[in-house]
């Protein structure tokens, strides 16, 4: 098995897309990520999942919280900012809850302290525990197969 085929099996795992922020010396930083999942309802802890190379492990090791924030359909372009693959530099207004940068607009905003950290191959694991959130009635962005996706009535299989 090599490291194209493991990729290739793990984008057909539907999700949606978040960006993840924290502050440090008073200086945003964020990140795309959808390794992002809920752990426990008592008390409610989120995980998120940093690789080893990436900026915000050392950012989030500072701060000691974190937040998710949900993208909405109309949000790619933050997704692709976020994860360097638009090269200019951009300035991005943040919002704040709970003392961190959250993205205006996200369908859902959730501020955490990070309560544990689990390294594991290449990526450290924090859980969060949350201490506050947002949410807004919007459509998610979704990525699957290593493409942007949107829930539209056309592609959804409710019918
Ligand atoms: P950098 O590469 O330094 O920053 C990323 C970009 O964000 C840069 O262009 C920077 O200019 C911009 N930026 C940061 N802060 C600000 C600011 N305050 N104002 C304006 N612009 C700013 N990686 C993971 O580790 N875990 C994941 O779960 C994960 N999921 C991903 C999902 C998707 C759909 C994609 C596309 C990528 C994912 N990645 C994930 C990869 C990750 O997003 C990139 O490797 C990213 O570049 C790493 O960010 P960094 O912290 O090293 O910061």
Same mark, same amino acid.
């Given at each position: 098995?090599?490291?194209?085929?493991?990729?290739?099996?793990?984008?057909?795992?539907?999700?949606?897309?978040?960006?993840?922020?924290?502050?440090?010396?008073?200086?945003?930083?964020?990140?795309?990520?959808?390794?992002?999942?809920?752990?426990?309802?008592?008390?409610?802890?989120?995980?998120?999942?940093?690789?080893?190379?990436?900026?915000?492990?050392?950012?989030?090791?500072?701060?000691?919280?974190?937040?998710?924030?949900?993208?909405?359909?109309?949000?790619?372009?933050?997704?692709?900012?976020?994860?360097?693959?638009?090269?200019?530099?951009?300035?991005?207004?943040?919002?704040?809850?709970?003392?961190?940068?959250?993205?205006?607009?996200?369908?859902?905003?959730?501020?955490?302290?990070?309560?544990?950290?689990?390294? @594991?191959?290449?990526?450290?694991? =924090?859980? +969060? %525990?949350?201490?506050? !959130?947002?949410? *807004? $009635? @919007?459509?998610?962005?979704?990525? =699957?197969? +290593? %493409?942007?996706?949107? !829930?539209?009535? *056309? $592609?959804?299989?409710?019918?």
């Amino acid at each position: 098995m090599d490291d194209r085929q493991f990729r290739q099996a793990m984008g057909k795992f539907a999700t949606g897309v978040t960006v993840i922020t924290t502050e440090v010396d008073g200086e945003a930083h964020g990140m795309t990520a959808n390794a992002f999942m809920s752990v426990s309802l008592v008390p409610k802890l989120i995980v998120i999942s940093v690789g080893e190379r990436a900026q915000m492990l050392e950012k989030i090791k500072q701060s000691k919280k974190f937040a998710v924030n949900i993208l909405s359909g109309e949000q790619q372009e933050y997704s692709m900012l976020f994860a360097g693959q638009i090269k200019e530099k951009r300035e991005v207004n943040f919002d704040r809850l709970a003392d961190l940068p959250v993205l205006t607009g996200a369908i859902a905003q959730v501020a955490c302290e990070v309560v544990n950290e689990h390294v @594991e191959g290449d990526h450290t694991l =924090f859980i +969060g %525990k949350v201490i506050d !959130l947002q949410v *807004e $009635e @919007e459509e998610p962005l979704l990525f =699957f197969n +290593g %493409k942007y996706r949107s !829930l539209t009535p *056309e $592609e959804s299989f409710s019918k």
